[in-house]
């Protein structure tokens, strides 16, 4: 029985090191992946690489190595990419796993058995940048018109899997699932595509043979597609461990852009129908990132890679800055300065301040314990905005609403600052007859801080522990499960804080 959020990012090619449009789905995928777990959920979070098919092999030709020779000297950069990101994936896919391969085989052989898989022959063009047969709409002077690159011609003997046949199975499950792809425009665009008539496409290559072979017939290998769309059930136990496989699939959320949609939302689905496995709850399209305008690419040297920013900003301000700036779904463009601008503002001024100015007002005028308040319930003006943000944040990420989840995080920083202001502790205590009064705002102040830490744990988790240490909480973060983690005035009056280094120290010119 199922029991386990299961999330996915592209497996990514290998022909080049990754650059922050890569960043930028896996970073999404972690948050929702580490919400989850703070829920109380199991979670299982999978990343990975796709190494077959001639986009790769030719990124291996051009430097002399064989393509597994070069996949494994690419592979360490992904993985390196991710750890310095503090991405969190339960397991990293390489499609040349033997794991993988052996029931990719066995997963075109049941096709090839049922019937659904038939040996034809391709006539027409193909942009290996895509990994993508064409038609003749989606060629621009000989050029694909996603990569402004030749397409090249083919002609070859091919087995051919019977799309068409599923045609209206197809298009029951976007009716009876209408979130089956998210957000609602990219569902009306597969609809409209597959209303428009299906054709059987191609499931292997004869003219090279960086691939997964055919097993009934060797000359051929499996089209790079068909064998990376596996890897979402091949890395979670199908056809090896039926137990564990029932226990994780289908998955909850494919994340991924536009490019690849067609892909995720027709090939993927009907392929699962043909092999009798449940199709996969959602697929969901964020937008694409830019630079200048223009979608980020290796090819046009737009690309930026995740460590120029981290070195600059750190890792968490580089992962709120994405899922902040950038409203879900839609397209976002990347410049320097407004990441800058909103570092400063919202982190260094915002919530790094916060942290400082409350934690050093309790070590001056508490020696560093939290005091105790004349009543821990929600009664505060802290109180009531602490269980807005836990309420605001639980429904944005569960509907994927990433930037707004993040928005409301930043908001209840600004309700606090506000608080501090409003409440001015540091005039209170002056007054040696409110010290009580200041023991209050005090320790609203600091419970306040745990609701930043907590929520901002899936975005940030460095700081947020950071910011936990400090706190001095002796019950782990990692331990926290909502809702009883959100319950207000859980901090214990007499609890010890430590002042440490500022979260997010001022920028250099
Ligand atoms: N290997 C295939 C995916 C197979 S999944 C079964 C592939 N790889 S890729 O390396 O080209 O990665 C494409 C994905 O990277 C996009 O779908 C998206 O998730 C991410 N992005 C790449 N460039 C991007 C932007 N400029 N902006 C946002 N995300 C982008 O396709």
Redesign the pocket.
Known sequence: MKDTFYI??????V?DA?????G???VACDVIARYHRLRGEKVFFLTG??EHGQNVARAAEKRGLTPRGWADQIVPKWREVWERLDISNDDFIRTTEDRHERQVQAFVQRLYDSGDIYLGTYQGVYCVS??EFKSEDEVVDGNCAIHGRPVERVSEDNYFFRLSKYRDALLRLYEERPDFVRPETRLNEVVSFVRGGLQDFSVSRTSFDWGVPIPWDAGHVTY??VD?????ITAVGFGADERRFDSIWPADV????????R??AVY?PAMLMAAGVAVPRQVFV??????GGE???KTKLTGIHPFQLIEHFGVDAYRYHFMRDVSFGR?GSFSWESMAARYTSELANGLGNLASRVLAMVDSYFEGVVPEPSHREVGGRLGGPAEQLAKRFDAHILALELSDAVAALDEFVRQANRYLVEAAPWNVAKDASRRQELADVLYEAVEGLRFVALFASPVMPGAAARLWEQLGITEALSAQRLPDAARWGSVNPGTRTRRGESLFPRLEE
């Open positions: 996915t990012t592209p497996i990514y090619y022909n990754p650059h922050i449009g890569h930028y789905s896996t690489t796709d895509c990994e790079v597609w990376a769309l596996l890897n979402y494919h994340m991924m852009s536009k490019d690849i949609l892909f995720h993927w964020h937008g694409y990132l830019l630079v979608k980020m690419s397209d």
